[in-house]
Structure formats: C-alpha cells, structure tokens
Nanobody, 122 residues
Framework: QVQLVESGGGLVQHGGSLRLSCVVS????????RAWFRRAPGQERELVAA????????YLADSVKGRFTSSRNNAKNTMYLQMNSLKPEDTAVYYC???????????????WGQGTQVTVSS
C-alpha cells in the first residue's frame, strides 16, 4: 500500500551539497513518523534524522548536525534531506522510512524507500 520512491543521490565532491527526495504514495505523509537512515559498506545502518508526524520532535545525528536538514512538503507528499558541507564519511546508501506513531522512539519503521547512493569524493 505505502510506497516510497527516493531520488537525488549522486556523486559530489567534498564540501558539496545534495538534496534527497522521497515521494510517498498510498498514504499521507503527515500521518507517519519519518526518518532517514544510511548504510555505508561494511557498516551497520545509522539513523541520520527523524521527525515525529506532527513535526514537533526532531532528531539529527551528531555527525550531521549543522550540515543536514530534514523537511517535508505536505502538499507534494514528499520528504527531503538537504545535505550540505558533505564529507567523504557521508558516503553511503541513504534510505527514507515511515512508521506509525512511536516509530520515532523505537526506531522501527514499517515502510522503506529503495535507497539512493550518495558518494562524496575527497
């Protein structure tokens, strides 16, 4: 029912910027807690950003704080991750995710995007 389609990944040099998009269908974005995860090769999945459905509670990993911003456009049913001042250590596959109430706390999300590769060269 709920489907997430990601885009916006690519290759960028150190210090550059990318904006990831995640278009949601089959559900209303405002009804879900949302999150962005990333997984680097050989590494465990890392929570990058998360927001409750009402947008009142947010989380950013220390490693990206001050550089990344999560947002959404309710009219377009789309969530975004703006990534600035990118570093080689940001290289990973990035995933958007949605979950019901409580997902923000449990970090367990029911619906996932297909992933988009972000590669930052040094």
């Amino acid at each position: 029912q709920v489907q997430l389609v990601e885009s916006g990944g690519g290759l960028v040099q150190h210090g550059g910027s990318l904006r990831l998009s995640c278009v949601v269908s089959g559900g209303t974005l405002t009804s879900y807690d949302r999150a962005w995860f990333r997984r680097a090769p050989g590494q465990e999945r890392e929570l990058v950003a998360a927001v409750t459905s009402n947008g009142r509670t947010t989380y950013l990993a220390d490693s990206v704080k001050g550089r990344f911003t999560s947002s959404r456009n309710n009219a377009k049913n789309t969530m975004y991750l703006q990534m600035n001042s990118l570093k080689p250590e940001d290289t990973a596959v990035y995933y958007c995710a949605l979950g019901g109430a409580g997902s923000f706390v449990t970090q367990q999300y029911a619906y996932w995007g297909q992933g988009t590769q972000v590669t930052v060269s040094s």
